[in-house]
Each structure stands twice: as structure tokens, then as C-alpha cells.
């Protein structure tokens, strides 16, 4: 199997309570290629990446080309993210295969937009250790 390009999706300014889960997924995509988005779990993220402004014409640049660049999205969407629904959007619109993972536990519901979308891939999970087989699946097919 050749090396993936990996559009790994999660909650920035939506909110950080799943940093740790996301750290741990982009762990696990790695074993496929490069995790385009990788900064998206780590504990200490850019100012830009919190700053209203002038940044955010870079970030969107940046994060478009990356997602054209990629041959999968994979997004944890147990934290809602504008901004995580408008990436699975544009991901959709440009034919991607995407994979959503949703965390049982989550005090959240998941938006009807994403369960009820039939192109897209969801995968409620209880624990991070579930995931490494439906990664596997989905990255392969």
C-alpha cells in the first residue's frame, strides 16, 4: 500500500476537551502516511490558530490546499466545529472519501448533517483502541 496524504479533522477554536483523542488518532493514522493536519493534537498550538484576523486568511488558504492535497479525511466530530463541518463540506464537494468518528461518551449529540449524510462514513466508538481496525478498513478501501 503507498504512503496517504490523511486530512485529519477535529474542534480548534470550537472548543479543546478532545485534544488528548485526537492526539491519539493522528497516532494511529500515521501508520497509513503523513497526517496533513497533524497540529490539530498537539497540546500547545499556534496563537494563529486561536486569533481572530488577519491570520485567518492564511489558516483558510493553508487548510484548503492541504485538503486538496489529501487522499482521505478522517474528522472526530464529537466536539461540533463550524469549522470541522464546513472541511467535511468542501471534502464532500471535492469527492473525498471521509470517515466521522463520534465518541459515545460525548455530552454532545451529532449534528443530523453529518449522521444523516449517506456519503459519509460514521463510526460511533467507546474507546480509542476500537478504532485501529475501522482505520484500517476505511484507509485500504
Same mark, same amino acid.
Given at each position: 500500500m503507498r504512503?496517504?496524504?490523511i486530512y485529519f479533522?477535529?474542534?480548534i477554536r470550537g472548543g479543546r476537551e478532545d485534544q488528548e483523542r485526537y492526539a491519539r488518532i493522528i497516532e494511529l493514522?500515521?501508520?497509513y502516511g503523513t497526517v496533513l493536519t497533524e497540529h490539530v493534537g498537539k497540546v500547545n498550538l499556534p496563537a494563529s490558530e486561536f486569533r481572530a484576523g488577519r491570520g485567518d486568511v492564511q489558516i483558510y488558504k493553508s487548510d484548503m490546499a492541504k485538503l486538496r492535497r489529501a487522499d482521505a479525511v478522517v474528522a472526530e466530530v464529537s466536539t461540533p466545529s !463550524? &469549522?470541522?463541518?464546513?472541511? !467535511? &463540506?468542501?471534502?464532500e464537494a471535492l469527492g473525498k472519501p471521509i470517515l466521522c468518528l463520534y465518541h459515545i461518551g460525548s455530552p454532545k449529540?451529532?449534528?443530523a448533517m453529518i449522521?444523516?449524510?449517506e456519503r459519509l462514513k460514521v463510526v460511533y466508538y467507546r474507546e480509542i483502541e476500537e478504532l485501529s481496525a475501522v482505520l484500517e478498513r476505511?484507509?485500504?478501501s
Open positions: 504512503s496517504m496524504n479533522a477535529g474542534s493514522l500515521k501508520r !463550524i &469549522g470541522v463541518g464546513y472541511e !467535511i &463540506g468542501a471534502a449529540k451529532i449534528s449522521s444523516g449524510n476505511f484507509l485500504q
